[in-house]
């Protein structure tokens, strides 16, 4: 799995944009300032996508704009956003999740399992069940004698890609285009 979600940003949009750089130091301040709009660009919209999607994990907010670089090379020529967190390329790309230092993931079925977190706190009341298809349950009692499904058991989970997970390209490719004109301004 890769350790990170890179979006690479070639200078040449920019130069081809402006058509007037004349200097490496002009073509550096450009390239510069491409991707520095492009990494503001990749953590507003994490923090748009927190709002959404999962607003009581922060879930974005911590993976992926904290964790959001701005490299630019030696020479000017092209620089990079990355996204420092496998979590993210993982949402990006999709896969399979297995359980690293327990036998089964617990994936929460109602607000209530959600709030508790991991069954593995010793919650009372919860038992482990199985149902007629040999999914594993982990039931919690309701106190009127009743018992409701809480967390299943599964050896694996698979994830879809979720390509929205990072804005569309032409976005910064629009974000080296301006800060072509910015600079054209100067010149």
């Not at 350790?3 to 073509?27: E, K, M, P």
């Amino acid at each position: 799995m890769p350790a990170d979600c890179t979006i690479i940003i070639d200078a040449s949009d920019a130069a081809a944009v402006l058509g007037r750089l004349r200097s490496a130091a002009f073509a550096r301040r450009a390239t510069a300032l491409a991707v520095g709009l492009g990494a503001r660009r990749m953590r507003e919209h994490f923090r748009k996508l927190n709002g959404s999607r999962s607003p009581n994990s922060n879930f974005y907010a911590r993976e992926g704009a904290q964790k959001t670089l701005a490299e630019v090379d030696e020479d000017g020529g092209g620089g990079a956003v990355v996204v420092e967190s496998y979590l993210i390329a993982h949402k990006l790309r999709g896969g399979t999740v297995r359980p690293v230092k327990a036998r089964a993931l617990a994936i929460p079925l109602t607000p209530w399992a959600r709030r508790q977190g991991s069954p593995g706190k010793g919650i009372q009341g919860v038992f482990l069940a199985k149902t007629k298809s040999g999914n594993a349950l982990l039931m919690r009692s309701t106190g009127d004698g009743k018992a409701e499904p809480a967390w299943v058991l599964k050896k694996s989970v698979r994830h879809r890609p979720r390509p929205d997970t990072i804005p569309p390209l032409s976005e910064f490719a629009e974000d080296a285009a301006a800060a072509a004109a910015e600079i054209a301004a100067e010149i």
